[in-house]
């Protein structure tokens, strides 16, 4: 099974949710974030999984980046 995260870093936390799914988690860093989408994702499907089932978790991320204006005559 495949299951596609949308991440996202947005005031300073990290947030995600599944395309095509209920899934919604968040962390304080990307790490945490990592951590908890593997918790929710088992969660969310613990009663559909077969013994050793695999999952894989595949996400894509949005950064936001704004320009800094150069300085002069460094």
Not at 6 to 20: F, K, L, P, Q, R
Not at 26 to 55: Q, S, T
Request: glycine share 6%.
């Amino acid at each position: 099974m495949i299951i596609r995260f949308e991440t996202v870093y947005e005031d300073g936390c990290w947030s995600a949710h599944a395309i095509g799914h209920s899934i919604f988690t968040d962390g304080r860093d990307f790490e945490e974030l990592l951590k908890n989408i593997a918790e929710a994702v088992l969660l969310y499907f613990e009663d559909e999984l077969e013994p050793e089932e695999e999952i894989t978790i595949l996400t894509q991320t949005e950064l936001q980046v704004h320009s800094v204006a150069k300085a002069s005559g460094c």
